[in-house]
């Protein structure tokens, strides 16, 4: 027996567009987004595709890695910096920029005069481990449900034997 086969999904300019939205982490006051989530409106259940602008002066996310999900960017236009571990990277139109896993914290930084506009994705894994260590954080996601542990409150690792990374 075979599974009933999917057809392409088109997201168009105009309905991307539309679905744009602003986005900020919780933790950065300096973070703000503004982007469409094609992969989940084009129905990808096992990749993440962001179409994201960053406006001058501000950064996309908050300084984390990844323990396990993969990440990258892939500029489409204006200038940034990618800090990653201890090295500051600046990147412009046509860079593509990688995140192996497990990846060193990184965080993307607008420090130009114009919008820094990227492609993002990553894989959607069943289980992610993020660190922040300027924050002194650790999130543990299984499925679409996370939870965010204080490193410095001695509560155990979340899995009982596994010892932390």
């Known amino acids: 027996m075979s599974l009933p086969r999917k057809p392409a999904r088109i997201i168009r300019a105009a309905e991307a567009a539309a679905a744009t939205g602003t986005f900020q982490h919780p933790w950065n006051p300096r973070s703000e987004m503004h982007g469409a989530i094609l992969a989940r409106a084009a129905g990808l259940e096992r990749c993440g595709l962001n179409l994201i602008r960053v406006p001058a002066g501000k950064e996309s996310f908050i300084y984390h890695a990844h323990l396990h999900e993969e990440e990258w960017i892939y500029i489409l236009s204006g200038r940034a ?8 990277h600046e990147v412009a139109a046509g860079d593509f920029v990688a995140f192996p896993t497990p990846s060193e914290p990184h965080l993307l930084r607008n420090t130009s005069g114009e919008d820094v ?3 993002t994705g990553s894989e959607r894994a069943a289980l992610d481990v993020s660190d922040f260590p300027r924050d002194g954080k650790r ?14 409150s001695g509560a155990p690792f979340p899995f009982p034997g ?3 990374f």
Request: charged share 25%; with cysteine.
């Open 81 to 88: 910096t990618v800090e990653c571990g201890d090295a500051v």
């Open 117 to 119: 506009v990227y492609l």
């Open 139 to 152: 999130m543990v996601r299984v499925g679409e449900r996370a939870t965010v542990y204080e490193l410095a």
């Open 162 to 164: 596994v010892e932390p």
